[in-house]
């Protein structure tokens, strides 16, 4: 079992930065895969980043390409997720997720564990 709990939301204007961060507990935790989804208001969870378990590479959807960053410390059983050049359509509820071992995946199924999500909001 893996409990991920998530912080660093808030209220921003557009074009500035949050970093969010997950802290990880339970089992190993260089052995998941982490990645961080989210969901604006109406539609459907969606993924933003991703990175490996073992060599640390990572993934991005193309809509946060170039803006967002994420990375992990494997010390501190955390991963985190820098955004910069924030935009009102990035306004979502932001989750944390992991699965163990395997390769990254882009859809909600892929991941075993999941955080309860924390609030950014991008003013306009």
């Known amino acids: 079992q893996v409990q991920l709990v998530e912080s660093g939301g808030g209220l921003v204007q557009a074009g500035g930065s949050l970093r969010l961060s997950c802290a990880a507990s339970?089992?190993?935790?260089?052995?998941?895969?982490m990645a961080w989804f989210r969901r604006a208001p109406g539609k459907q969870r969606e993924f933003v980043a991703a990175?490996?378990?073992?060599?640390?590479?990572?993934h991005y959807a193309d809509s946060v390409k170039g803006r967002f960053a994420i990375s992990r410390d494997n010390a501190k059983n955390t991963v985190y997720l820098q955004m910069n050049s924030l935009k009102p359509e990035d306004t979502a509820v932001y989750y944390c997720?992991?699965?163990?071992?395997?390769?990254?995946?882009?859809?909600?199924?892929?991941?075993?564990?999941w955080g309860q999500g924390t609030q950014v909001t991008v003013s306009s």
């Open positions: 997720a992991a699965k163990l071992l395997g390769p990254v995946g882009y859809e909600v199924g892929s991941y075993n564990y």
């Open positions: 339970g089992r190993t935790f260089s052995n998941y895969a």
């Open positions: 990175i490996s378990w073992r060599l640390g590479d990572t």
